[in-house]
């Protein structure tokens, strides 16, 4: 599959449905999952995290996968510092750990689990969303092949008008201590306070990297869980903090939803495509796996009735 190569324009996927910001959505629906006290740090931080979202026999098994995936062994240091297999557009992300994996069931699993739909449906206020065919993570320490000094940058273009309208999320599989293990950090300072310091910001500055100068004590290492899932909206700076540990491992997979579009006949299809054939989707951060391993070894998941309205191939309202 040619991919997208601007990678200005890689946003995280949304909607044209997507038209109210979400720090000014007003609740119709009830919390299924969040508590008032959640929703309102969602609003005001640009962030929240609900425990649990998953079993812990899903968080185990897909663990396992990774590894086997990557080709490493848990058990064996001697294995971890491996050159990426491919570099990436985006450079800050070289060698943050992605794992080039998109359609395996164990991903479909998590992304299916009516707990973490139910987040994302009290995100959104609605009940008809798409899930993110999205990857996963696997940072060992960062030194040797694998030095990064990690980063913090906005998927969205903090440039355009009116902002962007999107949402992201990462479920941890590991406990991240919010120390040194690599995990996500953000800076929630500049999403509560983005209309001010933009003031102060040149009229050329860089819309997907903050200047994060005097910023630097802003920086939040949220505490995981396995199990857990933090979403975050994409106007929150954030990023993979680098892995100083020497022999601890952070492992996360990325999941989010976002208003359905069934109208959308091409994007419709080409989600439904990406599931059936094992295909990455078209966007220009995402290089795949050279080895095209899901292609030539995966099966196409296997998806619940919840899971194939959450992916295109059954309509929200048939």
Partial sequence: ??????????????????????????????????????????????????????????????????????????????????????????????????????????????????????????????????????????????????????????????????????????????????????GFQCVPYLFEHFDEWVKTQPADRDPHHPDMTGLEDKITKVELFPGDLMIFNSLLAHGVAPNRTDDKVRMAQYISMFPADDGNVVEREARIRCWREREVPDRAGFPGDPREWEKNHGTTAVLTPLGRKLLGLDRWNA
């Avoid at 962007?164 to 479920?171: K, T």
């Fill in 1 to 182: 599959m040619a991919h997208a190569t601007d990678i200005t324009k890689d946003a995280h996927p949304t909607s044209s449905r997507a038209t109210t910001p979400l720090s000014e959505i007003r609740k119709k629906l009830p919390l299924r999952v969040l508590s008032e006290k959640d929703f309102e740090h969602w609003q005001t931080h640009g962030f929240v995290i609900v425990r649990q979202a998953v079993p812990a026999e899903n968080v185990e098994r897909l663990k396992a996968f990774l590894w086997e995936f990557e080709e490493k062994d848990p058990n064996d240091p001697a294995t971890w510092d491996a050159s990426q297999r491919r570099d990436y557009m985006l450079k800050e992300i070289n060698n943050a750990g992605m794992v080039e994996v998109y359609n395996h069931q164990l991903l479909w699993n998590n992304r299916m689990e009516p707990r973490l739909y139910d987040a994302f449906v009290d995100i959104w206020d609605i009940e008809d969303l798409w899930v993110s065919i999205d990857r996963a993570n696997l940072n060992t320490p960062n030194k040797g092949k694998r030095a990064s000094p990690g980063f913090i940058h906005w998927d969205a273009d903090t440039s355009a008008v009116p902002l962007p309208i999107s949402v992201q999320g990462v479920l941890s599989l590991v406990h991240q201590d919010g120390g040194d293990i690599g």
